[in-house]
Structure formats: structure tokens, C-alpha cells
């Protein structure tokens, strides 16, 4: 089993709607999480942490489940230039506490005119 | 931009050669990783340096090496180079260990 997993989609999405994903990992330690969004032959860039208490970034809302080990983001009213993939990233902490970023393959999602 | 850069951006090798990437990080960071990328997957953790040393590696073989300096820039190694290992070398840093991470645009290596 991977350590974390994404659906790689891609979620074709009308302009305007809403479009949400998971993401699930298999370490239940896991500390910190992160969702990035990565353009076609483009590094990954950091779109928000995700806190216990789930959190919004304008349009942007991203959630934690610890007892069911998922994250999730949901995109509202999605905008043509929110076609990307979606990476999400978990911090693998160790007993020496150091951080180890753990990527999925990523889901994409294509927003349509 | 993040402010990390790295270089060169592409490279050509032949199997069983050597190559030497480098990356600057973002001013105030002390923590950089190294990832490859290879087409249709995340990034892979191959190690991560944090004050000039080592501070975690994932499964890469030996012939992955790396350094970093006292102004925290870092160089990623590889020996003997395999097809296999073509790929986008993707530097991150970061404040520390955990936190979040702001990646260069990457060096696109091929080899032949």
C-alpha cells in the first residue's frame, strides 16, 4: 500500500462548480499535511497546510480526518487557471523528528469553459 | 517565486557518466530536499540536508550523494548514471525539518 494515496482523476469540471478530492495516508503519526499545486512541467507550489481544525484560503477549503487518515480540498466556483494536478503531501514524522515530505501522485483537474 | 533556483535547468548524459546538480535556497532557509520526479508521478524523497548534514534519506541507492555549505546551498551527485534516472531533480527549502518546503524549478535531466 502506498503511503499516500490520491484518486489521479482527471475531474473535468465545469467553469463555476465545485470540485473536492481526498487524499489518504497510511501513517497514523503523520503531523503536518500540505496540499501543492504542480502546472505541466512545472515544480509543485505550495497551495496551503492543512491545521486539525480544517481551514480556507478563499475559494480554496481543505479538511483533516485523522481518525480516517484523509485529508480532503474542495474548489469553489473553479476558475479555468485552477487546471493543475493537486499533490497531496503529508510529513512523515520519525521517532529522531525529523520531516520527510511523503507526495501522492497527484489528482488532476481540468476546468472547462 | 519562492527565491530558490537551481542549475542547470536541462542536461543531456550518457549512461554511466556523472553528474552534478546545484541549488541556492531561499534566503533565511536552513533546510534543503531533494526530490525526483519522473513523468506521471509526485515527487520521490531522496534526501534531505538540514545545517550541512544529512538528515534523512529515502530509497535511493548510495550512487545519489549530495552536500550542503555554510550558506546553505546544496549540490545533488549521481554516479554512474542509469536511463532510469532521467527525471526532474526538484531542490526544496525550507525554515527546518517539517515545515513547509518551496521548491526551484528544477533541472530536467536525460540520459541517454
Known amino acids: 500500500r502506498k503511503e499516500v494515496e490520491q484518486d489521479p482523476g482527471p475531474f473535468n469540471v465545469p467553469e463555476g462548480a465545485t470540485v473536492a478530492f481526498n487524499c489518504t495516508y497510511s501513517?497514523?503519526?503523520?503531523?503536518?499535511f500540505f496540499w501543492y499545486r504542480q502546472d505541466c512541467r512545472k515544480e509543485p507550489k505550495l497551495l496551503m497546510s492543512?491545521?486539525?481544525s480544517g481551514n480556507e484560503d478563499g475559494r480554496f477549503t481543505a479538511q483533516l480526518n485523522r481518525a480516517s487518515q484523509y485529508i480532503s480540498l474542495l474548489i469553489r466556483d473553479s476558475k479555468l487557471s485552477d487546471s493543475a494536478t493537486y499533490l497531496c503531501?503529508?510529513?512523515?514524522?520519525?521517532?529522531?523528528?525529523?520531516?520527510?515530505?511523503?507526495f501522492g501522485a497527484g489528482t488532476q483537474v481540468v476546468v472547462t469553459p | 517565486e519562492t527565491g530558490v533556483t537551481q542549475s542547470p535547468t536541462h542536461l543531456i548524459k550518457t549512461r554511466g557518466q556523472q553528474v552534478t546538480l546545484r541549488c541556492s535556497s531561499q534566503?533565511?532557509?536552513?533546510?534543503v530536499s531533494w526530490y525526483q520526479q519522473a513523468l506521471g508521478q509526485g515527487p520521490q524523497f531522496i534526501f534531505q540536508?538540514?545545517?550541512?548534514?544529512?538528515?534523512g534519506r529515502g530509497n535511493f541507492p548510495p550512487r545519489f550523494s549530495g552536500l550542503q555549505f555554510p550558506n546553505y546551498s546544496s549540490e545533488l551527485n549521481v554516479n554512474a548514471l542509469e536511463l532510469d534516472d532521467s527525471a526532474l531533480y526538484l531542490c526544496?527549502?525550507?525554515?527546518?525539518?517539517?515545515?513547509?518546503?518551496?521548491f526551484g524549478p528544477g533541472t530536467r535531466l536525460t540520459v541517454t
Open positions: 492543512v491545521y486539525s
Open positions: 526544496a527549502s525550507s525554515a527546518g525539518t517539517g515545515y513547509e518546503q518551496y
Open positions: 534566503s533565511g532557509h536552513n533546510t
Open positions: 540536508y538540514y545545517r550541512e548534514e544529512e538528515n
Open positions: 501513517n497514523s503519526a503523520s503531523q503536518s
Open positions: 503531501v503529508v510529513n512523515m514524522a520519525l521517532a529522531d523528528s525529523w520531516g520527510k515530505l511523503q
